[in-house]
């Protein structure tokens, strides 16, 4: 953990790299198998935002490691890890990252992308709806896939059924031992 403590890794050498990738397997086994023991421990660590800075290392293999843990996350489909990565602002690291690959051909970018069509498919809210209000600008001018304008018609949907769905109360009225009425509506 002390590596990633400044928003970047502090040694990016080949050998620590490929420390911090079995260390990266690890922690993936634990949440794949562990869920709800390894919960707290990303929770009180702030585990995810940590390994989200090796997004910024050099190490390709190291990079994907990262991306694999997060992906692992958010195919749990918790609500207390979403909530989590919505309030931390956890898919900034992963856009960037796939903003700065540049749009090449690569298995990084097949990644990042597959981690977003993941989140369209399986029709994660609250993932949908943070993703493109907070970065939905960043990536208006990727166009070689159609996954981010799904996105943004998936969630453009969503809203338009919250504007849609109509409120209905219901008024119970219960009557007491002593032949009052009283009314309750919710």
């Known amino acids: 953990l002390k590596n990633t403590e400044n928003g970047e890794p ?6 620590n790299a490929q420390l911090l990738a079995h260390i990266l397997e690890l922690l ?19 585990l995810l935002k940590r390994v989200l800075v090796l997004m910024k290392s050099a190490h390709k293999f190291l990079v994907l490691g990262a991306l694999r843990f997060m992906r692992k996350i958010v195919a749990l489909k918790d609500e207390f890890y979403n909530r989590y990565i919505t309030k931390g602002c956890l898919f900034g690291p992963v856009i960037d990252c796939l903003l700065n690959n540049n749009g090449r051909y690569n298995l990084l970018d097949s990644a990042i992308i597959e981690l977003f069509e993941f989140i369209k498919l399986e029709d994660i809210k609250i993932l949908i709806a943070h993703i493109v209000e907070n970065y939905g600008k960043k990536f208006e001018h990727i166009d070689y896939v159609q996954t981010f304008k799904a996105l943004r018609q ?3 949907q969503q809203t338009e059924k919250l504007k849609e769905k109509p409120i209905t109360k219901y008024v119970y009225i219960y009557i007491n031992v002593f032949g009052k009425y009283t009314f309750c509506f919710t």
């Open 10 to 15: 502090a040694q990016d050498d080949y050998q």
């Open 154 to 156: 998936r969630h453009i």
């Open 28 to 46: 993936t086994f634990c949440v794949e198998h562990h869920s709800y023991h390894i919960k707290s421990c990303i929770m009180n660590k702030d």
